[in-house]
Each structure stands twice: as structure tokens, then as C-alpha cells.
């Protein structure tokens, strides 16, 4: 059986926050670089980010990561990142992945405290129900009444997440509630960083003055 990889989307404008997100400082390094260096602590291979919005810029800053784990980090552009949305990226993502590849957890490129204990939960409940019901899953972290992120779709969704259009990731789980397996989770997986105020926000909640 094939393995899980992983699709971290961070191709968009930061628009609300002015400058790229992805670049803010969080403990020490850039932001994207912490959530990149999460996904390769945990049981997915290969770890595919996307890019789009200031790529030269972006990339470089992920420069000591791709040549650390050459065979594990791989940074693919998304040349269709200003038409808005998630669901070009998470093509794009799908694209570059192996053809082995039996998972995907896709992860936003803005959640910090999303951890390799988050992404290893999914894939466990991943592999624990798999040989029962085979590659037609979704398993997604809620917590309380609401769910979150990161996602894992088996390979089975994977032609429903390339369809043209922006339905994407949150169109299958509409379609499919069949075969969404929710994990339990802390508040974790509920914050992303949008705007100055949840900065300061994530930054009080990580235990940061």
C-alpha cells in the first residue's frame, strides 16, 4: 500500500494583512517555514508547497529546508494563484505528487499551531479504517461542533478535487458526508491567521508575549 503525502497551500495575496503571511516571524523563522518543517516531522512523504504570490521570495526563505530534505520538500507554482480561491492550489498540489501516493493531508500554510501530532492523527485513522473501506475517505479534525484543518483525502477523491471550478476540498465534503471520519482535536486546528489581529492572536494562544 502506498503512502500519505502532504499539499500545503500558501500560493495567495496576504491581501488583509498587507505583506506575506508566510514570511511573518514565528519562533525564530518564517511562518511558512514552521508549518513546512510540522508536515516533515510527521508520517507524510512527499511534503508539496505551493506557491504563488512573491514565489522568488517565498522560495527562498524555504531554500534551508529543500536542500536539508531534497527528496521530501518540493515547491510547486500555482500560475493560476490570482483567480482566488483554494481549489488551483490543491490541483496544482496533486499534481506534483507521486502516482504511489495513496493520501493526501492538505494543510494551510497559515496555522502554526497545526503540529505532526495533528497530521499523524489522520493518517493513523487513515490507515486503521483503509483495508476496511478502502481510498473513498475523508478524515477531518473537529473540535466541539466545528471541524478544521488539515484534511485528509484518500486517493479515491482525488479526481473530485482536480474538477474544474472552485468547489474543491469543501465541495466533496458537501457531496460526500458518507465518508467523512472525524479525529478529535484541540482548538488547534480551528486558527488560521488572516489579519494582524489573529496574528497577536496565535501569537497569546502559542504561549508568546
Known sequence: MGGVAAVILAAGLSSRMGQ?????????????????????????DPVVVVLGHRFGQIAQALLPLVTSAPDRVRLQYNSSYLEGGQSSSVRAGLGALPATAAGVVVLLGDMPLVTADHIDALVARYEEIRPARGERVVIVPRCGDRRGHPVLFGRGFWDDLIE???????????AHSEAVVEVPAGEEVLLDLDTWEDYAGLTRAAGRP
Open 164 to 174: 474544474p471550478g472552485d468547489q474543491g476540498a469543501r465541495g466533496v465534503l458537501h
Open 20 to 44: 506575506p503571511k508566510q514570511l511573518l516571524p514565528w519562533e525564530g523563522e518564517p511562518l511558512l517555514t514552521h508549518v513546512v518543517r510540522q508536515a516533515l516531522a510527521a508520517r507524510v
